[in-house]
Each structure stands twice: as structure tokens, then as C-alpha cells.
């Protein structure tokens, strides 16, 4: 177990120096919404048929060429300019490549060099205090989104002892967006990637369902005592919920501290998580680093964004979660800290406004029984307001 005081991370567990603290950056898979992949007129389907959506440009047959999807561009813009970042007007693609099973070409297109969007801000709240009854804002600093490529899936069959692969997913278009290490335990990174889905969400650019594999999440997490350098970090994979995510980086903090107290070294390596025992497993060493030999895509040109399309995705942006908050404390004089469970529930604030207006009801009369008799009876049975 972990707990926060005064910004360290405080250990219960191994009995590690409470001065050691734990730096987390994130990296996030973003899938775009989009009917249609990111260089081919393949359709967008999770649950059809295995390899039933795969265009010869998707198996890499030779001579196919990338057509870029407009779509996308415009997700990943309209994304950019909701987490206050700078379009840039000219951006670049770049081969990077490795060999996987399910990536036929042995590169993926993405953006290297010059990604659509840079130096962005993601405020995101939690509830903290000693009653867990306070909003509690920070903020983390998005150093880049970059589109690129997803790859298929393996698919290992331990019955037959085979791997079979699965192309629907190759090509799918992708959101990169790469935190800046500005978070210090599980709580926080959760809290922002819940803020980041609902953002996203709003925006209409990704779906957001971890559980399908439209939103993943990588954690690079490391430990440090305030004012030395940055200690060696881990990266730890493909993690597929909000809680999954702060288990594993509360873990991998408590268990470098442990390695560090008696006398170890942490090694740069790749982790996953296992959800049944709690703890993050070794995939492969990273200390050899891996080289991608990366390379300007020479079937792309350089992607414009013209300003009147960057001024008409600006005139698109709906209302965001932070504001949706703010407007429902202004409105119905509620407290900050029920402003965000409605907004942060899927289907709470809908369903909490539908009342107010249909009942005529205080609005506070109204929260306190979705807070508590609502809330409650859901919890108990397992549900939210949207499967009501």
C-alpha cells in the first residue's frame, strides 16, 4: 500500500526511505474514431471476422501505396487544440521500423521528427483530503501527439501451440500523445488518463474503451530523491483500465524503493502487469537499446494544415469536462466535489439534469439523492446510470 503525504510517496509496504519519491510519465495509444483506417479505405470493425477488413495496402503487398485519411488529421488537430497545444502548420511521417508478426511491412508510419502537435497542458482533478471529499487540480504537460499506425494482433493458441495472426487492427489510426513525467504515484496518472478519456470522449476523436484496446496506456515509472537526477526507469506495457494503471505504478514505485534500500541497481527494462497477483513482470531488457533506424516516409509528403481548417476544427470544439464542472456548480449551485463525480460517471450528469428538469426539483434536493440513494443502489448492483 502507498499513501500521499506532502507530495512523497509514503511506504508501508517494504520499508523503503520515505524520501525516495516516484516520477511517472505516461504515454497513450489513442485509437481514432474513424470509419476508415489512416492510409487505406479499409473499413474500422473490433469485433469482425479476423482478417476481414484488410486491404493490400494493410497487408503490405508490394506496390500499394498510402492515402492519407483527412479524418484523422482533423481528430488529432481538434485534440491538440483541446489540450492547448501548438499545431504545428507543417508536419512530418517517418518509418520506424522493427519486426513483429502483425506488422507485415516491418516498419509503422508515424512521427518522428516533427509530430502535428507539441507543448500542450492536461488539467485533471481527483478527490483528495482526508475524507476523499476534495477536488484536488494539477496539471501534466503533454510534450507531443504524433499520428501513426496501429499493428495487428497475435493471437496465441496454446492448444495447438501456434500464433495466428490477425490484420484488421493493422492500420488503424492512432493517437500518440506522450506525457511529460510530471506525476509522482498511481493516484495521479489515473486520474489523468480518466480526464484525458472524457476529454476525448467529448471531442468525439476516440471512443475511448480500454477494454476493446481504443485507449492504452504505457507508464514510465522511476524513483528518485528530491534534487538528484532522475533515476533508471522502467516501462510498463499495454496496461487496459484506469485502476489496472495505478495498481501497477503504486507496485513498480514501492518495488524499485525496496530494490534501491537493499543495496540493488533497478534495470532499464520492459514490464506488464499481472491483474491477479498485483505485480509488474520483466518482458525484455532495454538496456541494449533498440534501434528503429528511423527514416522520412517516402510515399507521404509533408502534411499542411491550412489555417482556415485549423480556425474551422477551432469553431467545432465542444464543451469540455473542466467546463462542463464549472457550468454545473454555476447553474445549480452545486458543490465542486459532486460537480465532478456527475461529470466523471458516465451518463450521471445527463441523467442528474434530465431529473432537475423534468421534476422540478431543487437541484440540490436532486444531488443528494443521486449521491446518495442513486449512487448507492447502483453500486450494489453493479451498474451504471447508462445500463439504467
Not at 497513450?28 to 489512416?38: F, G, P, Y
Not at 470493425?45 to 501505396?65: H, K
Not at 534501491?260 to 498485483?278: A, H, I, M
Request: hydrophobic share 35%; aromatic share 6%; net charge neutral.
Amino acid at each position: 500500500r502507498t499513501g500521499r503525504t506532502g507530495g512523497r510517496t509514503r511506504n508501508w509496504l517494504w520499508g523503503a526511505p520515505q524520501e525516495l519519491v516516484g516520477v511517472v510519465g505516461l504515454e497513450i495509444h489513442a485509437q481514432i474514431h474513424s470509419n476508415t483506417k489512416l492510409f487505406s479505405g479499409s473499413q474500422v470493425g473490433f469485433q469482425a471476422p479476423p482478417n476481414s477488413l484488410v486491404s493490400f495496402f494493410d497487408a503490405s503487398l508490394p506496390g500499394t501505396l498510402p492515402v492519407l485519411n483527412r479524418r484523422c488529421v482533423e481528430a488529432a488537430v481538434m485534440t491538440g487544440l483541446a489540450l492547448n497545444c501548438t499545431i504545428n502548420r507543417k508536419s512530418l511521417f517517418d518509418r520506424k521500423h522493427y519486426f513483429y508478426a502483425d506488422l507485415p511491412a516491418g516498419y509503422q508510419i508515424t512521427q518522428q521528427r516533427l509530430p502535428i502537435a507539441v507543448d500542450g497542458t492536461l488539467t485533471y482533478s481527483h478527490l483528495g483530503g482526508r475524507k476523499r471529499n476534495e477536488v484536488v487540480t494539477k496539471s501534466v504537460r503533454i510534450k507531443q501527439i504524433q499520428l501513426e499506425q496501429d499493428s495487428g494482433k497475435s493471437l496465441h493458441d496454446d492448444y495447438r501451440n501456434q500464433t495466428l495472426i490477425d490484420l484488421n487492427r493493422a492500420g488503424v489510426g492512432l493517437m500518440e500523445l506522450v506525457m511529460e513525467p510530471d506525476m509522482s504515484c498511481g493516484e495521479e496518472a489515473a486520474a489523468a488518463v480518466r480526464e484525458m478519456q472524457l476529454i476525448l470522449q467529448a471531442l468525439g476523436t476516440c471512443q475511448g474503451n480500454m477494454a476493446e484496446g481504443q485507449l492504452r496506456v504505457d507508464a514510465n515509472v522511476s524513483v528518485h530523491r528530491p534534487g538528484d537526477p532522475w533515476g533508471i526507469r522502467t516501462e510498463v506495457k499495454n496496461i487496459n483500465s484506469a485502476r489496472n494503471l495505478a495498481r501497477a505504478i503504486d507496485y513498480e514505485i514501492q518495488r524499485q524503493m525496496f530494490v534501491l534500500e537493499s543495496g540493488g541497481t533497478v534495470q532499464n527494462e520492459t514490464r506488464s502487469f499481472d491483474g491477479k497477483t498485483g505485480h509488474t513482470i520483466p518482458m525484455r531488457d532495454k538496456e541494449g537499446l533498440q534501434d528503429y533506424r528511423f527514416m522520412p516516409e517516402p510515399n507521404l509528403p509533408p502534411l499542411m494544415v491550412q489555417v482556415v481548417v485549423l480556425e474551422e476544427v477551432r469553431e467545432r470544439l465542444p464543451e469540455l469536462p473542466s467546463v462542463r464542472r464549472q457550468r454545473l456548480v454555476e447553474t445549480y449551485g452545486i458543490l465542486p466535489e459532486h460537480s465532478f463525480t456527475l461529470v466523471n460517471e458516465d451518463g450521471l450528469m445527463d441523467y442528474f439534469e434530465a431529473v432537475v428538469r423534468e421534476t422540478k426539483a431543487g437541484p440540490r434536493k436532486v444531488i443528494g439523492w443521486v449521491m446518495n440513494e442513486l449512487q448507492g443502489l447502483l453500486h450494489q448492483q453493479n451498474l451504471s446510470v447508462s445500463q439504467r
